[in-house]
């Protein structure tokens, strides 16, 4: 076959010209020539994605860190085998390898900020400490518990807002916080996440379907009140027609007819 290609490339004239194949290719083109690219070709894939509060875009559920002054930003992504290069209106801001794990976080330490609470646009340990005492104590314990364990604290943000997120509809806060008690003080062998988290909550869920109540009783005890608000749980509550004027001469009558008897 390499015969067959050489004679035809050699053979003279070509298209009336007085030379060959060859001969053009030659003179006239292997000058412009480049030469070949030291990695072989691979397929280009682009996604579009937005930077989380954390930092992170997600791609294919791994979340991979931007510098944290693209927080809220688009951006897109251009995935070339196991290489991914993130484009900021048309500049670089970030590379990675592609990690082949699922739901994980590969984070740049150089994109962290150094000073979280000063960044109002970025979630941190102390906007979490802040939003955690509206559901409970327990719920803190689980937070800062999940937070401690991070070698880069950002990567538990995500699961610090799933967590919040879970009090969200009716008795979710209470049912929440009795999630949250359970779990911190379960073993310690299994970490507090997410997942054992809305586990519980499930199972709860099951054991106050099979007790039916109402209110805060589905899920144990009823919660102590914050110290800045009276607990009103024993007041006995009267309708308003008890207080009509009607009522009250009544009342008032009946009062005194049982002190004259007495």
């Known amino acids: 076959m390499n ?39 691979q397929p280009v894939t682009w996604k579009k994605a937005k930077v989380s509060r954390d930092y992170h875009l ?12 693209y927080v809220g930003r688009q951006v897109e992504a251009k995935i070339t ?16 390898r592609i990690d082949a794990r699922k739901h994980v976080f590969v984070t740049n330490p150089d994109h962290v900020p150094t000073y979280h609470q000063h960044a109002s646009d ?3 340990r102390a ?15 689980a937070i800062i518990s999940v937070l401690d364990r991070q070698r880069i604290e950002a990567q ?6 799933n967590i919040l997120d879970l009090a969200k509809g009716d008795n979710n806060k209470i049912l929440l916080e009795r999630a949250c008690q ?11 996440s997410y997942t054992a988290i809305k ?19 589905q899920f144990g005890a009823p919660l102590e009140p914050p110290v800045d608000r009276r607990d009103t749980s024993g007041a006995y509550l009267a309708g308003s027609q008890r207080f009509r004027p009607n009522a009250l001469l009544k009342n008032s009558s009946a009062n005194q007819l049982d002190g004259g008897q007495n």
């Open 3 to 41: 015969a067959q290609v050489d004679r035809i490339n050699v053979r003279t004239p070509l298209r009336g010209q007085q030379l060959s194949r060859k001969a053009l290719f030659d003179s006239a083109e292997q000058a412009e020539l480049l030469p070949l690219p030291d990695d072989p070709w």
């Open 81 to 96: 085998g196991d290489h991914l290069v993130v484009y900021c209106d048309g500049k670089v801001i970030a590379d990675h």
């Open 156 to 161: 538990g943000y995500r699961t610090c807002r």
């Open 58 to 69: 997600e791609i294919a559920t791994v979340k991979y860190s931007v510098p944290y002054a």
């Open 122 to 124: 970025l979630w941190s």
């Open 182 to 192: 359970h779990v911190v003080a379960q073993d310690t062998s299994r970490p507090v």
């Open 199 to 217: 586990q519980r909550m499930v199972a709860l869920r099951a054991q106050a379907a099979a007790r039916p109540t109402t209110g805060a009783e």
């Open 127 to 141: 906007y979490f400490e802040r939003q955690a005492p509206k559901t409970g104590l327990h719920t803190v314990e």
